[in-house]
């Protein structure tokens, strides 16, 4: 039999959850009484238990007077009604109401019948592990049964009789439907007479499935269908569209180089096209196209597959397993905190950022640094006084061009590499790049340094302390950065005292205007925002927008309990201590995008944590628009269970210390970072960082002097670190991006067929017939810009095999040497500088940053051009024909 818990939790009215019984709080109060038999355990359980009682109670009582008030309301204005116009309409109003009045009872029925089923349960559950615990030979009449007491004292609340209280309401809602008068005497009469009770009671069976919102509006569901068909067939269209060109060229054959087979690849590539434009994870999408045309018979099985025993595909999984374990070291920080230093100005402040950057940027991936060196920006830009706008957007900048230096430190360099090696090319040398990336480099730290604080000079403004007020931009900023949260008052010490008073307000990053309702027995009361002598009650919901630190200072507040968002069981622990909060900057491969907030537990069951706060990923954000300060209502605040999340929104966990170190290199986050601390967590070993340094320092030492191949120096750094107890031989299994793999396997594959089948060579043919008037210039411009138009769409991955086999039919056809055209490739590939969400580095920044979604457009558009008009020469000199 379903446990009663998992069953309430299923069908449980959401936006009524703070009204229910605490279940499983409740539960946790057994569980530490089963641990402990302490006979604390025993007064918190009975405390929980009345407090809960008495929140039931208060909300059905309050709901039950409103809805008695909107059916009173339906039938005075139906007794003065006559046939005029704006009657008519009124009548068609009071229609609306007496409908929503019964929905509302229907509601309001089942939250009682749920409730009072709750109490039985959870009784009986304690009645069963105390006489457990107790172990006596006492006979069962004699032994003590909460479970009796609890259904007496319950059945005296109006609540517990709720089918017959509400069945007048019913009959009179359904009377006015019908037209028909009913007094309020013969109503009173009926609902006071025991031979008046209602005949049908409603079923609050568990099992029965919640209503849909929109049940009123739409009845019998034929909307709803056509809606779904409608979005189905815009949602496909395009594949459509797209499969009727493919077949259109394939009767057409406009190339004798094509055949059967070359259109199923393009069909299959253009498949696969739209659906990493869709968001669909790109490991899925690639393995499926490889798989379709191995099983076609387009792809042999070892052409297919052949990447799984490539040493640079497993050289890319075993970079990623050192740069974790180096970055759990902490040696990153202690190199940082004492570089950075307090400089005196914002130009010498970036130097004193980018150069530690690219340096270490060579020896480990950009994304692991990016990830440390957010948290010492953020606390040294304040020390400082300059944003930290100034400084992620532009290191996410120089992290990605100057990752091209060496064929090692980036994966796209290594793919690109792979790709020569596997068509009988000579790869280049460990530091080919390294001029060309050295350079652009070079430029693109002065650009940034001239022309980022002249694009973002709006991050100037600070906070106007002399006046005690603060700028517009500075205040919009503060707000972007704000998380909905919703906090239940349950302590009793509150009761009466407001919000000045309490101190709530000195936990709120923004103090009185962090506040943006009170919700109290179901009624959103917005008299709370701007008036801080509102006083609090017992129950009531507040509705918040507040920072990182106001959410962490609220946690440890007593008296005070987060709401779930995602309507997950709430945390059945009596040792606050022993949580963490969690901040998490979601992926576009994590299996909660495009879900709503209510199913995150079904979707990703592994995390075993509740969802506690909420900030959206907003392209607008920055914009005067959508950034206003000041009093807001419950309906600014967008963290609700219906709310879809999508790639880039900001989560923040109440999880169990284990969740950081499980997920921290999941690929199902952009970023994940520890707002608290448990108690019992000690600070790291700081003495690894000096093993994780020098293991940093022996891998490129060996890669560089070739005295190993970087596989087998890959695998000694891991030696090393495994030996120092820098990490362990499970952590470095754990930490194995296997999507990431599977993502370059899906691509190598793909790239194959596009190459064999002759696609790379039409689509070169096209490329040369257009632009060989420009000359070898005009067409590693056209390489440069189409790979750098792909990468703000597509994993970088993805752009080099499905590029390489464009340009190996581009060198053949006109003699170009191929390292020319890959070189170009490659540095192309890094400038991923025209959107956020191009590449995790421009999302991290982005997350925190509080940029307009324009700024990284604004800001590298123009860097993106210096890069293209210093490496294409470059590229030509370094590997001439």
């Given amino acids: 039999m379903p446990d009663f818990g998992a069953l309430l939790h299923k069908e449980i009215i959401w936006e009524w959850k703070p009204y229910y019984l605490n279940y499983d709080r409740l539960k946790g109060w057994i569980k530490e009484l089963e641990s402990s038999n302490s006979e604390k355990a025993i007064k918190m359980f009975i405390e929980e238990l009345e407090l809960s009682v008495d929140r039931v109670h208060q909300f059905f009582t309050v709901q039950e007077r409103e809805l008695k008030d909107m059916v009173r309301m339906a039938q005075e204005s139906k007794a003065t009604m006559g046939g005029n116009a704006d009657e008519v309409e009124a009548s068609a109003e009071d229609a609306n109401r007496i409908a929503v009045a019964l929905t509302q009872i229907e509601k309001l029925q089942r939250f009682a019948e749920q409730n009072q089923e709750g109490f039985r349960k959870i009784a009986k559950k304690f009645d069963k592990n105390f006489r457990t615990l107790a172990n006596a030979d006492v006979e069962g009449d004699k032994f003590p049964c909460l479970q009796e007491r609890v259904v007496g004292l319950v059945s005296k609340y109006p609540f517990a009789d709720a089918a017959s209280r509400l069945q007048p309401l019913v009959d009179r809602a359904r009377c006015l439907q019908v037209g028909e008068q009913v007094?309020?005497?013969?109503?009173?009469?009926?609902?006071?007479?025991?031979?008046?009770?209602?005949?049908?009671?409603?079923?609050?069976?568990?099992?029965?499935?919640?209503?849909?919102?929109?049940?009123?509006?739409?009845?019998?569901?034929?909307?709803?269908?056509?809606?779904?068909?409608?979005?189905?067939?815009?949602?496909?269209?395009?594949?459509?569209?797209?499969?009727?060109?493919?077949?259109?060229?394939?009767?057409?054959?406009?190339?004798?180089?094509?055949?059967?087979?070359?259109?199923?690849?393009?069909?299959?590539?253009?498949?696969?096209?739209?659906?990493?434009v869709r968001q669909y994870p790109s490991d899925m999408v690639l393995m499926a196209a490889t798989l379709f045309l191995t099983v076609c018979g387009v792809l042999s099985q070892q052409d297919a597959w052949a990447a799984f025993s490539n040493d640079v595909v497993l050289s890319v999984a075993g970079l990623g397993v050192v740069a974790h374990a180096v970055e759990k070291t902490g040696v990153i920080d202690i190199v940082f905190r004492t570089l950075l230093g307090k400089p005196q100005s914002l130009p010498v402040a970036m130097l004193r950022?980018?150069?530690p950057a690219v340096l270490l940027n060579v020896c480990i991936s950009n994304t692991c640094v990016m990830s440390c060196l957010m948290t010492v920006i953020d606390k040294w830009s304040a020390d400082i006084g300059y944003s930290k706008a100034f400084f992620l957007m532009p290191l996410s900048y120089?992290?990605?061009?100057?990752?091209?230096?060496?064929?090692?430190?980036?994966s796209t360099n290594l793919i690109a590499q792979g790709q020569l090696l596997s068509a009988g090319y000579e790869g280049f040398h460990t530091f080919a790049l390294a001029g060309i990336a050295s350079t652009t480099t070079v430029v693109a730290i002065v650009y940034l340094m001239v022309i980022a604080p002249l694009l973002l000079r709006r991050f100037h403004a600070k906070r106007n302390t002399e006046a005690g007020s603060q700028s517009p931009s500075w205040a919009r900023r503060r707000h972007q950065n704000r998380y909905d949260v919703r906090v239940q008052v349950t302590g009793r010490a509150l009761q009466g005292e407001t919000l000045k008073s309490s101190g709530f307000l000195d936990k709120l990053s923004g103090g009185l205007q962090d506040v943006c309702a009170c919700e109290r027995y179901g009624k959103i009361d917005e008299a709370i925002s701007g008036c801080e002598d509102f006083r609090i009650q017992l129950d009531?919901?507040?509705?918040?927008r507040t920072g990182v630190e106001g959410v962490a200072s609220l946690f440890t507040t007593a008296g005070v309990a987060f709401l779930a968002l995602d309507l997950s069981d709430e945390v059945a622990t009596t040792d606050p201590?022993?949580?963490?909060?969690?901040?998490?900057?979601?992926?576009?491969?994590?299996?909660?995008?495009?879900?709503q907030v209510r199913h995150a537990r079904k979707y990703q069951p592994e995390y075993e944590c509740p969802i506690v706060a909420f900030r959206e990923f907003n392209p607008r954000q920055g914009d005067d628009a959508c950034s206003m300060d000041g009093p807001r209502g419950a309906a600014d605040v967008g963290a609700t269970p219906g709310r879809r999340l999508q790639a880039g929104d900001h989560i923040i966990f109440n999880a169990a210390p284990a969740f950081y170190t499980t997920f921290k290199d999941s690929t199902d986050f952009v970023v994940l970072r520890k707002v608290t601390q448990s108690e019992n967590q000690g600070d790291e070993d700081q003495s690894k960082a000096m093993y994780g340094g020098a293991s940093l320092v022996l891998l490129v030492a060996l890669v560089s002097s070739s005295a190993l191949p970087l596989l087998e120096a890959v695998f000694?750094?891991?030696?090393?670190?495994?030996?120092s107890h820098c990490t362990t031989m499970d952590s470095c299994i754990k930490a194995v991006k296997l999507r990431t793999v599977l993502t370059i396997v899906g691509a190598f594959g793909l790239g194959k067929a596009i190459g064999q089948q002759g696609v790379a060579a039409v689509l070169a043919e096209?490329?040369?017939?257009?632009?060989?008037?420009f000359g070898t210039r005009g067409i590693l411009v056209a390489v440069f810009g189409a790979t750098v138009a792909l990468g703000v769409i597509f994993h970088g991955t993805a752009v080099v095999v499905l590029m390489f086999p464009i340009c190996m039919s581009v060198s053949e056809s006109m003699g170009m040497p191929i390292k020319q055209l890959v070189a170009v490739l490659c540095i192309s590939v890094a400038c991923q500088m025209l959107s956020p969400?191009?590449?995790?580095?421009?999302?991290?920044?982005?997350?925190?940053?509080?940029?307009?979604?324009?700024?990284?457009?604004?800001?590298?558009?123009?860097?993106?051009l210096c890069i293209g008009v210093v490496s294409i020469p470059m590229c030509e000199y370094s590997f001439p024909g």
């Fill in 183 to 276: 007094t309020l005497e013969e109503l009173h009469r009926e609902a006071s007479d025991p031979n008046k009770r209602p005949s049908r009671r409603f079923s609050g069976s568990l099992m029965e499935p919640l209503l849909e919102f929109n049940h009123l509006r739409n009845p019998q569901g034929l909307t709803s269908r056509a809606a779904i068909a409608s979005a189905i067939f815009r949602a496909n269209s395009s594949l459509l569209v797209m499969t009727a060109v493919v077949v259109a060229l394939w009767q057409y054959n406009p190339s004798s180089k094509l055949t059967a087979a070359s259109y199923l690849v393009i069909w299959v590539t253009a498949l696969a096209l739209i659906f990493l």
């Fill in 353 to 355: 950022l980018f150069v």
């Fill in 398 to 410: 120089i992290l990605l061009i100057s990752g091209t230096f060496a064929t090692f430190t980036t």
């Fill in 540 to 544: 009531d919901v507040l509705w918040l």
């Fill in 577 to 595: 201590t022993s949580r963490n909060l969690v901040e998490a900057v979601l992926d576009r491969s994590s299996p909660l995008v495009g879900h």
């Fill in 716 to 723: 000694v750094a891991l030696a090393m670190l495994i030996l």
């Fill in 766 to 773: 096209v490329l040369i017939f257009l632009l060989s008037p």
């Fill in 837 to 864: 969400i191009s590449y995790q580095t421009n999302l991290m920044a982005f997350s925190t940053g509080g940029y307009q979604f324009a700024d990284f457009t604004r800001v590298g558009v123009g860097l993106v």
